[in-house]
């Protein structure tokens, strides 16, 4: 029972994002914009950006394209929808089923971020197993803080400034750890070097997933 109803709940996200598509077409154009800014204003030829500079721009255009990709996770439902929806589902799988929703969603985006950007930018990876495997961990990791605050933000006005501005200082020491693993990738360290990193960021990924199930339904009864 429970895995039908988290897969009919999935779906649901699924056919909601296929019906709007304009919401995708928006943060596909936010991100071929930034990226395509970043290369004018930075005025290098591609290839020649510093692979340190590379890094932190990614990160950052990644960290945003994420917060607009989550932003209406909740915003996008009516209230009366969201009255009939949390009277017939459990707070706990409902945030489960949006928190997977959007982690494919935001692996689907940092894949399609990492191409462009090393199309636009070139690309300084040398490791780039470890890389994606990075990126595949913090998007999970955004994900969970994103979805618990849109939660939080749907309630009040202003959503977008409202997202920004609760969930950078919670993304901040994943982000750190992101850039820390990516460098190491860049540098071409082995994953065997960098466990401990990873180790770090799969553990903040289970526990933010697990405080994100805890709290959500305290926040759901609001």
């Known amino acids: 029972?429970?895995?039908?109803?988290?897969?009919k709940l999935v779906?649901?996200?699924f056919l909601i994002e296929w019906r709007q598509k304009y919401a995708i077409n928006g943060i596909l154009l936010y991100l071929a914009t930034t990226i395509f800014i970043t290369y004018l204003s930075l005025g290098v030829?591609?290839?020649l950006i510093h692979p340190l500079t590379w890094n932190s721009i990614?990160?950052?255009?990644?960290?945003?394209?994420?917060?607009n990709a989550i932003a209406k996770s909740f915003?996008?439902?009516?209230?009366?929808?969201?009255?009939?929806?949390?009277?017939l589902v459990d707070p706990q799988l409902l945030f489960a089923a949006k928190s997977a929703y959007n982690i494919l969603l935001l692996t689907v985006f940092g894949l399609?971020?990492?191409?462009?950007?090393?199309?636009?930018?070139?690309?300084?990876?040398?490791?780039?197993?470890?890389?994606l495997i990075n990126l595949v961990l913090t998007s999970v990791g955004f994900a969970a803080i994103l979805t618990m605050v849109s939660g939080i933000a749907s309630n009040a006005e202003n959503t977008a400034t409202l997202m920004a501005v609760l969930s950078?200082?919670?993304?901040?020491?994943l982000l750190l750890l992101s850039i820390k693993i990516s460098k190491a990738a860049i540098d071409n360290f082995e994953i065997l070097l960098v466990w401990k990193p990873l180790l770090s960021i799969f553990a903040l990924d289970i526990i933010i997933v697990v405080?994100?199930?805890?709290?959500?339904?305290?926040?759901?009864r609001s």
Do not use: C, H
């Open 45 to 47: 030829q591609r290839g």
């Open 58 to 67: 990614f990160w950052i255009i990644f960290s945003f394209i994420a917060i």
């Open 75 to 87: 915003s996008g439902d009516e209230k009366r929808q969201q009255l009939y929806m949390y009277s």
């Open 112 to 131: 399609i971020s990492f191409v462009f950007y090393s199309f636009v930018m070139g690309n300084p990876v040398a490791n780039t197993p470890l890389f």
């Open 211 to 220: 405080v994100g199930l805890v709290l959500f339904p305290y926040l759901w």
């Open 1 to 7: 029972m429970f895995k039908i109803v988290f897969r």
């Open 168 to 173: 950078l200082p919670i993304m901040v020491p």
């Open 11 to 13: 779906s649901k996200e």
